[in-house]
């Protein structure tokens, strides 16, 4: 019987090597990533059952990572390994497309039970998330796109995400292969459409989305 084939997504290593003793021995591990970018190009080549990851990472973060693969049609199935219970990031997972969502605290006892829920084609949500929680998140997975940024395009919350890590428009320019020019274009519509003047406030609406960490 051929095992499912899981990609592990967390911008912390030490995450990564619990998950793998977790796992190893009931599935078939193919990667590992830190980032979200290096997330949807391992979904691409590796084509897992199971793609487990975090909200927060760097360069994309989890949400937009499962909205591109989404788009793209991607056939793995995504369960969000994550410490954020705010009702808000467990709706925008179900809409970018999760089948499961736990958070790390609960990891050990949690996550065989969710991979074999979401490989059975149910879906999987913590008991530690609050059970009025729920009737939003079944709405939630007949929804898509994203309701609380709907005001900012993806890529323009890629430029959000990487301003608010540090990164300068010749970063970003690389990063997201589009010219500097672009770059600074897909900043001054965020701050025009946002109503922000200054870059500490695109920081901190980063922060409010959950783009970056404090």
């Given at each position: 019987?051929n095992?499912a ?13 619990g ?8 599935f ?5 990533v830190?980032?979200?970018?290096a ?10 059952d199971i793609?487990v990851l975090d ?15 989404q788009k793209e ?7 969000f390994?994550?410490m ?5 990031f467990v ?12 958070l790390?605290q609960?990891?050990g006892e949690?996550?065989?039970?969710a ?10 949500i ?17 929804l ?6 709907s005001?900012?395009t993806?890529r ?9 890590e540090?990164?300068?428009?010749k970063?970003?320019s ?13 900043k ?7 109503g922000i ?17 404090i």
């Open positions: 019987m095992r084939r899981i990609l592990l997504a967390d911008d912390h290593v030490i995450i990564i090597e998950l793998r003793r977790i796992l190893e021995e009931q078939e591990l193919v990667g590992a830190t980032d979200g970018m997330l949807v190009e391992a979904a691409k080549a590796h084509k897992p793609i909200i927060s990472m760097p360069l994309l973060n989890g949400l937009d990572a499962a909205r591109i693969l049609s991607t056939a793995s199935k995504l369960i390994l994550t954020h219970t705010d009702s808000y709706q925008e997972a179900f809409r970018a497309g999760a089948s499961g969502y736990l790390k609960s990891a949690e996550l065989i039970t991979i074999n829920h979401v490989l059975q084609k149910k879906t999987y913590s008991p530690l998330i609050a059970s009025d929680l729920i009737p939003l998140i079944i709405k939630s997975k007949n898509t796109g994203d309701q609380y940024s005001n900012l993806q323009q919350r890629q430029v959000l995400q990487l301003i608010a540090g990164k300068s428009m970063e970003i690389l990063l997201l292969d589009i010219s500097i020019r672009t770059a600074e274009s897909h001054y519509e965020m701050m025009q459409n946002l003047k200054t870059n500490a406030e695109l920081i901190q609406y980063a922060i409010k989305l959950g783009l970056v960490s």
